[in-house]
T-cell receptor
Framework: NAGVTQTPKFRVLKTGQSMTLLCAQD?????MYWYRQDPGMGLRLIHY???????AKGEVPDGYNVSRLKKQNFLLGLESAAPSQTSVYFC????????????FGPGTRLTVT | DQQVKQNSPSLSVQEGRISILNCDYT??????FLWYKKYPAEGPTFLIS?????DKNEDGRFTVFLNKSAKHLSLHIVPSQPGDSAVYFC???????????????FGQGTTLQVKP
């Protein structure tokens, strides 16, 4: 099992460019999440999905869109990148909620110049 | 408004001693609390969790204590090992009107250094 994988690992964008981050999990998990980590702020939830075909907003959704067309994939899109979106992005998945652990991918380091 | 706070950015302990990492929260609706460990350039990995109906949960060298009246939880690592050196995040989750969606609210993290 690969667990949770993220593509790409690193990316540099110019302001205004667009890109899509791909998250894939092979654990048949229903729940998937996108977080961003910034220095001194922990991880903050951007968007999440409670099942195939569903998406919902988290704490910091502005400037991002997501799609969950297949159960195993969760895509995070930036339509017009801004320097404030420079961050490390983590995808996670889980079997259930409450005390169920979330499995995290290795992260994508994005720099917007 | 930071609902989950880890007020100590860093902690240094000697190998073999106890490490105590603290976490405070403000939302009384949180029903599960989790601790994650993160090494540089890797994703967080789950360590241990506790339900709000319990006050203690133990897993090997790791014990989490929950004091609901003080809205405080702590992670104890005994004995501490150099391999425990990492960033530790406290996180909490709560149900909403349609149930618990698993959304985690994270603290800022505490960097633990265990010296040999």
């Amino acid at each position: 099992n690969a667990g949770v994988t993220q593509t790409p690992k690193f990316r540099v964008l110019k302001t205004g460019q667009s890109m899509t981050l791909l998250c894939a999990q092979d654990m048949n998990h229903e729940y998937m999440y996108w977080y961003r980590q910034d220095p001194g702020m922990g991880l903050r939830l951007i968007h999440y999905s409670v099942g195939e075909g569903t998406t919902a907003k988290g704490e910091v959704p502005d400037g991002y869109n997501v799609s969950r067309l297949k159960k195993q994939n969760f895509l995070l899109g930036l339509e017009s990148a801004a320097p404030s979106q420079t961050s490390v992005y983590f995808c996670a998945s889980s079997y259930g909620t409450g005390g169920y652990e979330q499995y995290f991918g290795p992260g994508t380091r994005l720099t917007v110049t | 408004d930071q609902q989950v706070k880890q007020n100590s950015p860093s902690l240094s302990v000697q190998e073999g001693r106890i490490s105590i990492l603290n976490c405070d929260y403000t939302n009384s609706m949180f029903d599960y609390f989790l601790w994650y460990k993160k090494y540089p350039a890797e994703g967080p990995t789950f360590l241990i969790s506790i339900s709000s109906i319990k006050d203690k949960n133990e897993d090997g060298r790791f014990t989490v204590f929950l004091n609901k009246s003080a809205k405080h939880l702590s992670l104890h690592i005994v004995p501490s090992q150099p391999g425990d050196s990492a960033v530790y995040f406290c996180a909490a989750t709560a149900g909403d009107g349609s149930g618990n969606t698993g959304k985690l609210i994270f603290g800022q993290g505490t960097t633990l250094q265990v010296k040999p």
